[in-house]
């Protein structure tokens, strides 16, 4: 079992960038894909991101393309969301997440962390 903490959430201003990172331990980080999930208020969980096991392959949401950047760093165990241009409707949780056997496409992943408050204002 992998254990996530993400971090780096906050309250930013639209047009800001901000960068989220999630801690894995428990495991060899290496072996698994990592995605980054959203959900905001009275709305679904949506994929955001995420990012195959050595990182070569990488899958966005429409909605975050060319905006989001994610990426991981297996000697450091962490993955990372760079957010870019923030807009209002980029308010939500966000949650890391890791699955051994996943695409980055995947829609769900097996291990979650607890989320991080990512608040936009105008």
């Known amino acids: 079992q992998v254990q996530l903490a993400e971090s780096g959430g906050g309250l930013v201003q639209a047009g800001d960038s901000l960068r989220l990172s999630c801690a894995a331990s428990?495991?060899?980080?290496?072996?698994?894909?990592m995605g980054w999930f959203r959900q905001a208020p009275g709305k679904e969980r949506e994929r955001v991101a995420g990012?195959?096991?050595?990182?070569?392959?990488?899958y966005y949401a429409d909605s975050v393309k060319g905006r989001f950047t994610i990426s991981r760093d297996n000697a450091k165990n962490t993955v990372y969301l760079q957010m870019n241009n923030l807009k209002l409707e980029d308010t939500a949780v966000y949650y890391c997440?890791?699955?051994?056997?996943?695409?980055?496409?995947?829609?769900?992943?097996?291990?979650w962390g607890q989320g991080t408050q990512v608040t936009v204002s105008s």
């Open positions: 997440a890791a699955d051994p056997y996943k695409m980055p496409w995947s829609p769900d992943y097996e291990y």
């Open positions: 428990g495991r060899t980080f290496s072996n698994y894909a």
């Open positions: 990012i195959s096991r050595g990182g070569w392959t990488t």
